[in-house]
């Protein structure tokens, strides 16, 4: 029973670092409707960024800081130059520009950065608490948890809330008819990358403590499991993404505990082609309204 | 005064065939213009040019003094042009409220476009019941009013309105056509009129114009063209 809540807990952790990622990626897919391959380069650059101002200013905060500002640079750059162009192109163009670009990426980092493992230390005790007798989480675990809840309010009210955040939903489910109403639809979508790049860059500044440290392919393993997260919540919804980062991480916390930890890789792509068979539009589909 | 929108021998076409071959007419202020025909006559593509979805390949657009060509899709609708495209364009995945708030979310002056909305659910009062109803939830009536009430929030000089009658019952098309009767008598609204459904679009017209395979076949007043029945069994077939 001990181990059981502990592997719930600690899967809930990693699940929620999980949906932030696939997070990223539906903003994304909904806009230009494009899988973003190289999210997960993107994201471990930007950590890079951190460890580099964190190293040089002593403080873990302003390289957190630093991470997010040049996330929001490194989507918007890579939107105007590189997805732009892809737009309007057969979706495999986008694919493979996009496997471009993380090639590249890792290539620049390794160069700049040599492709051995940096450790990048979390700001709280990853030692985990315990409470008559059962291992909880640790306080980095609820710093964790903090930030994605506060991500979600504030994603959710943005969109909810705000003009920008309605023309960025309107853009994403009509660009033509959003354009006829004055919305720049070309701009929306750049801010579409810039939130994401900002959102996969969070999630990398949160899971690269837990994993064996910095490396240019670091995010590679999260990619799968959060790709895979959105595809069980259905790639075009925000909820599904967060539920979806949930069940992936609670599911491989599980599969790491009781079968055995170098399984978790396998049962990631398992659950991925289930979802793909039984229900490829994902959990939280809807069903498409036919457009007469 | 100069007509509000001038089109002077506008060709327009997807790839190498052309769609539209030197079409040119006149729309005067506070007017409402039919633009008929059978499918594929190029209507749709003559409101899309207008609008600035297609680039004609030549010919120029003179809205209210200003050539259109180099404005910008995004731009048109802050000149005063609101084109509501075909099959209503309600943005299925968004509110009732939130696709009305949409149409005027450009306008500088937002204590206005907040009257102007307020204005369509007093026009609209359907749309006042189901404020937060997502689109796809709407009746086809009630799309229509929907998008008919999201161009007007932007208080455009020129509508431009691509088949509204489709799929409709006749009583509420009846209405919708009353409606643009009333608007032109209030606020001078003019409006251009893209219909097959003939009978009620001339029950509003004050001038039709017959497009055939891409040209204009034929333009005369809405009176003519409804009661003489040689031109009318000539040109529109019935």
Wanted: net charge neutral; charged share 15%; aromatic share 6%.
């Amino acid at each position: 029973m001990d181990r059981f809540v502990f592997l719930t807990l600690d899967g809930l952790s990693k699940g929620a670092v999980y949906a932030a990622f696939a997070l990223a990626l539906v903003l994304i897919w909904r806009g230009t409707r494009v899988v973003n391959f190289a999210q997960g380069a993107m994201s471990v650059a930007t950590v890079y960024v951190a460890y580099s101002v964190s190293d040089a200013t002593g403080s873990y905060w302003l390289g957190f800081a630093a991470a997010l500002v040049s996330a929001a640079l490194l989507g918007a750059v890579i939107e105007l130059v590189v997805a732009r162009r892809v737009h309007d192109a057969p979706p495999l163009n986008a694919i493979v520009v996009a496997i471009g670009l993380v090639l590249l990426l890792q290539a620049v980092l390794g160069m700049i950065y040599t492709n051995e493992y940096l450790a990048f230390p979390a700001p709280f005790s990853e030692t985990a608490l315990t409470a008559g007798g059962l291992t909880l989480l640790s306080p980095y675990d609820l710093f964790v948890f903090a930030v994605v809840a506060g991500l979600l309010v504030l994603l959710t009210l943005l969109f909810t809330r705000t003009p920008v955040g309605l023309r960025m939903r309107a853009s994403a489910f009509a660009p033509e008819v959003s354009r006829l109403l004055g919305v720049d639809v070309a701009l929306m979508r750049t801010l579409g990358w810039v939130l994401a790049a900002m959102v996969g860059s969070l999630a990398g500044l949160l899971v690269i403590p837990t994993e064996l440290g910095l490396h240019p392919t670091a995010m590679d393993d999260i990619f799968v499991a959060a790709f895979t997260a959105a595809v069980v919540g259905g790639l075009d919804s925000p909820a599904g993404a967060v539920v979806g980062g949930l069940v992936v991480g609670v599911l491989l916390s599980y599969v790491g505990g009781y079968v055995r930890s170098d399984a978790t890789p396998l049962a990631v792509l398992a659950l991925l082609v289930v979802v793909l068979l039984v229900r490829p539009g994902g959990l939280f589909a809807v069903p498409q309204a036919r457009r007469v | 005064m100069a007509p509000l929108l001038e089109v002077e021998a506008l060709s327009c076409g997807y790839g190498p065939i052309g769609v539209l071959r030197d079409v040119t007419l006149t729309v005067e202020r506070s007017s409402i213009v039919a633009v008929l025909g059978a499918n594929g006559a190029g209507k749709t593509t003559l409101l899309r040019t207008l609008s600035g979805l297609l680039r004609p390949t030549s010919g120029r657009v003179v809205f209210d003094g200003t050539d259109l060509r180099g404005v910008a899709v995004e731009q048109v609708v802050r000149r005063g042009l609101a084109h509501v495209p075909e099959g209503r364009g309600v943005v299925a995945e968004l509110t009732v409220e939130e696709n009305l708030r949409l149409g005027g979310l450009w306008r500088r002056d937002q204590q206005d476009a907040k009257k102007a909305l307020a204005e369509v659910y007093e026009l609209f009062e359907p749309l006042a019941r189901r404020r937060r109803s997502v689109g796809h939830q709407l009746s086809g009536g009630e799309r229509q009013m929907l998008a008919l009430g999201r161009a007007l929030v932007a208080r455009p000089s020129l509508l431009l309105l691509d088949e509204p009658s489709l799929g409709l019952a006749p009583r509420v098309t009846a209405q919708i056509m009353a409606l643009l009767a009333q608007l032109r008598e209030q606020t001078g609204l003019t409006v251009l009129l893209v219909e097959q459904n003939v009978r009620s679009a001339l029950s509003v017209a004050d001038h039709g114009v017959v497009l055939s395979v891409g040209e204009v076949a034929m333009s005369a007043p809405a009176a003519r063209l409804r009661d003489d029945d040689d031109l009318r069994h000539a040109y529109l077939g019935f």
